[in-house]
């Protein structure tokens, strides 16, 4: 059974830094070769992807967030993170955490991001 577990959400300021948290469960090997990543969702909008990064390492953004997010992972851990720095009012949505491998997809409850002007 996989899980997804985030962490880290909240209310800051605009301009201000949150980092995102997810800790998976299950295989340690698989998640280590899977597609892990954030996404997100505003109220009235369609689920989007923030960004993502793979097995080997790469890393896509959206190009809203280039520049300003980074994601990361540790799969010793089977963690992946994301830290948001100059955060704006339209960064404001419910954010999720995604595990994708093999044709299957796992995601997490989401957390809250919540950025005021």
């Known amino acids: 059974q996989v899980q997804l577990v985030e962490s880290g959400g909240g209310l800051v300021q605009a301009g201000g830094s949150l980092k995102l948290s997810c800790s998976a469960s299950?295989?340690?090997?698989?998640?280590?070769?899977?597609?892990v990543g954030w996404y997100r969702q505003a109220p009235g909008k369609q689920r989007e992807l923030v960004a993502r990064?793979?097995?080997?390492?790469?890393?896509n953004y959206a190009d809203s967030v280039k520049g300003r997010f980074t994601i990361s992972r540790d799969n010793a851990k089977m963690t992946v993170s994301l830290q948001m720095n100059s955060l704006k009012r339209e960064d404001t949505a419910v954010y999720y955490c995604?595990?994708?491998?093999?044709?299957?997809?796992?995601w997490g409850q989401g957390t809250q991001v919540t950025v005021s002007s």
């Open positions: 995604h595990r994708g491998w093999n044709g299957q997809d796992y």
């Open positions: 299950g295989n340690s090997f698989i998640f280590s070769i899977s597609d």
């Open positions: 990064i793979s097995g080997s390492g790469r890393e």
